[in-house]
């Protein structure tokens, strides 16, 4: 697959606009993530996330399609000086399948499977599941609770046409739930953010003890 059209907001807006307001999804995600363990952050975008677990992870590895995304990843991981973090540059499913690692502790998908292809959904969570013992989830919890569901509405359609498309379809398919399901992983930890509307899921395949 060819690397898709920057987006607008990719870059150095995403980490000014964007990247302040996750920074509660970031804390739920890595609190769940293991000390010295191996992880790749599936859409990583700036890196935000990715530099993070970076503080208690062996390794952490990065993979985004948007050029913009990783140059201001790599950016300020330079300027942090952070050694254990990996950037690819590439189309998400052709990444997983041509990493150096056979295997990795956990795969982690941070709010960008409400953003993609209905039909890419699933099959990247299946190729995440071939190589990760464990796989994490941080996106919107279906329905959308009342509160703050008119400000995500908006937001999610600034992003573009394609973008609110794929939002609705990943909100009439019953979001992440289905997907699990129909990749037959086990939820063992649940929990919510943001009045609600985030859901954070650590998952395992069932051959996974815990």
Not at 29 to 56: F, K, N
Not at 131 to 154: E, K, Q, T, W
Not at 188 to 202: A, D, E, P
């Amino acid at each position: 697959m060819e690397l898709k059209t920057a987006r607008y907001y990719d870059g150095r807006p995403y980490a000014c606009w964007i990247d302040p307001l996750l920074k509660p999804i970031r804390r739920a995600v890595s609190d769940l993530i293991e000390p010295g363990s191996i992880a790749v952050d599936i859409g990583c975008g700036t890196g935000a996330l990715a530099m993070r677990l970076s503080r208690q992870c062996e390794k952490v590895i990065g993979i985004d399609h948007s050029h913009l995304m990783i140059r201001q990843a790599h950016r300020i991981g330079t300027e942090r000086g952070i050694k254990n973090l990996r950037l690819i540059c590439d189309d998400a499913l052709s990444a997983l399948d041509h990493l150096k690692e056979p295997r990795v502790d956990y795969a982690v998908f941070s709010m960008m499977l409400h953003e993609i292809t209905p039909e890419s959904r699933l099959e990247l969570i299946l190729r995440a599941r071939r190589i990760a013992g464990r796989i994490l989830f941080a996106d919107y919890r279906i329905p959308l609770r009342r509160l703050l569901s008119v400000p995500i509405l908006i937001v999610e359609r600034m992003a573009g046409r394609e973008h609110f498309r794929n939002f609705l379809n990943f909100s009439r398919t019953r979001g992440l739930m289905s997907l699990i399901e129909a990749a037959d992983l086990t939820v063992s930890l649940r929990k919510t953010i943001f009045g609600g509307n985030v859901c954070i899921l650590k998952t395992r395949s069932p051959d996974i003890d815990n």
